[in-house]
Nanobody, 116 residues
Framework: QVHVAESGGGLVQPGGSLRLSCAASGITFSLNTMKWYRQAPGKQRELVAVITTAGGTNYADFVKGRFTISRDIAKNTVYLQMNSLKPEDTAVYYC??????????WGQGTQVTVSA
């Protein structure tokens, strides 16, 4: 059974930075396309960033140039470095595997709040 756990969220001022982590048991991240998603209150979950099995990355337009997705194969962990945070980045952030659709049940996510 796959268990995914996100961490690293918190309260940060506009312009600040956070690094989110995604760890899991029962899945090898380097063998899967991994994605970060987010869901703001009252909105649908949306895709934020992708890292492919080959290590290629893609980003939603609204985070390009500010967020960076990466992975540590030895630690089987995926990260999301978030810089220049804006209030509109406030959301619960989730990670999941799957190139075309999420493969596993959603974890609890990690709350990111950007506010002065």
């Amino acid at each position: 059974q796959v268990h995914v756990a996100e961490s690293g969220g918190g309260l940060v001022q506009p312009g600040g930075s956070l690094r989110l982590s995604c760890a899991a048991s029962g899945i090898t991240f380097s063998l899967n396309t991994m994605k970060w998603y987010r869901q703001a209150p009252g909105k649908q979950r949306e895709l934020v960033a992708v890292i492919t099995t080959a290590g290629g990355t893609n980003y939603a337009d609204f985070v390009k140039g500010r967020f960076t997705i990466s992975r540590d194969i030895a630690k089987n962990t995926v990260y999301l470095q978030m810089n220049s945070l804006k209030p509109e980045d406030t959301a619960v952030y989730y990670c999941n595997a799957g190139r075309d659709y999420p493969l596993y049940s959603w974890g609890q996510g990690t709350q990111v709040t950007v506010s002065a």
